[in-house]
């Protein structure tokens, strides 16, 4: 009988969540284990394997169908693990082998963070009915994952989806990567923020400035969206604002990809379906003609659990 | 035994050209009519049906491959042919089935241009060496094709491959698209045309000058290059900045779809290596760490026989 059930390790850069995931996408058990990315490989690897030993004494002493890993960084086809950010002494790890030496039995597949969540969201959450789509992560940065007829594109070197770094304005600021202008440097969370509260000078009677209790340290974009849902000018502002920039990003996807379907995930992306509308607004008004009424920008709906469920899916 | 070679047609807004092909992509044969675009979708089908019937007259007899058609326009997975610029009464047009209709024992497969002379870079031209690569026609216009192992990859409706309406600019000026700031608002034929011609009135000693003997409404890209190889400071300004430009909408491209290729053909793409040498380190300079060392930009090889041999490269 073919196992119903896999084990997703969603690695994050500060703890490893691990789930048993049954192929209808229930997880029927998780745990969390903090990463221990400053140790190096073999601590992470250890935590890993701890958090799926925990895991699999939840199974009742089935067999899973395997172990899916979602793990930060560019992995290649042969789930070799390179540069992920805040993970030390790391720059290219042969993930899918190392695992595959502790659990012999199993099939092991790694994939990117990213591409895993734009799975889970293919096979259990909002882009069920949508063959092709680009899933968007909004928030920290900005990222995504490609998924043509329900599978995920992951490019000839699986780093497909980096769509943070398209340039809205070849004139802009100059981002960490080295390009001017990217959507990233206009709508990642801290970005945003810092626009926000030097906005805030000029604009104290903002409610956003009492939602932080003046601390404009403490600026996040959920307190920008409470106050954008109280009907805060600015804040309906900021948002509209991002949401816009982000907007012409996607066009762009769009146009070269033939795509209409966004479904974004993030923490920005919860701040409510005003700015989710501003966003297909935005998209729907640049692409071409042929595309624009078929134009979706929809919620993501599988939040923090995309991680566990995509990286189950890849063995499911 | 296997034809050895098959039936291209080269359907543009002007002429129709048809060849023969072999299967190495050699043009044994070929011809040009006038399309006849203002005279209605029958009149131009019948054109068609001409230049094919002239062809075959020089097969000696044998039967090709099929006949593979490139259109102007959306032309999807049917070989519907949508809403191509300069044709009158044409929305949805059934191409393939029309000439069906006509050469009954034949295959006929119906692919946008664009798309058709990235085929044929890929199978005949530039590309052969390379699986995965974006090209791209810089002339009157800015379009492309994406080929992804070796194939063309067309979007689920045909339309992918849009590249000139790419937004490198969300405060730049309106294109007739809808859009603000699209990349062949900048460095299309007329625009780095118009945006010459309004410089040399300030620097009107510049050889492009001379070369159009003062009558700016002649204006070409080609004059631009000419002054350019000559060392004309204003023509390699001009060329510079359109190159550096077309980069930024190559580079969001290279990082959403992981690629690194980038081949480019049309009108512009012919006034040097320099030019598209300034592409490349444009490219390079913006796209995402990982992909940086492999960035190439290459001049398409195929010139204005491109169309006849991805037509024909369709049923090859």
Redesign the interface.
Known sequence: MKPKFAIGVDLGATTVKTGLVSSSGKILYQNKLPTNGHLGPSAVIQQIELSVRDAMVHADGKKPAGIGIGAPG?VDDEGVV??PPNMKRWNEVPLAREVKKIFRRYQIKVENDANAAAIAESKFGAGRKF??FLFVIWGTGVGGG?ILDHKI???????????G???????GPKCN?????CVESYVGQRYLSQRTAERLKDQPESMIAQLVGGDFTKLEPMYIAQAAQQGDRLAREMLAEAA??LG??L???M??????VSIIGGGISAAGGFVLQAVEESVR???????RRDIKVLQAQLGNNAGILGAAGLVL
């Not at 770094?165 to 004139?171: K, L, P, T, V």
């Not at 146009?255 to 209409?260: A, K, P, V």
């Not at 008004?285 to 595309?291: D, I, K, N």
């Open positions: 560019v390179k540069w063959p092709d490609i594109y992951r490019g000839p070197s699986g780093g497909a989806g980096e769509i770094h398209i340039s809205i304005n070849y004139e990567c080295g390009n001017y202008g816009t920039l012409v990003a066009a762009g996807v146009n070269t990809m033939d795509l209409r008004s640049r692409v071409l003609t042929p595309l």
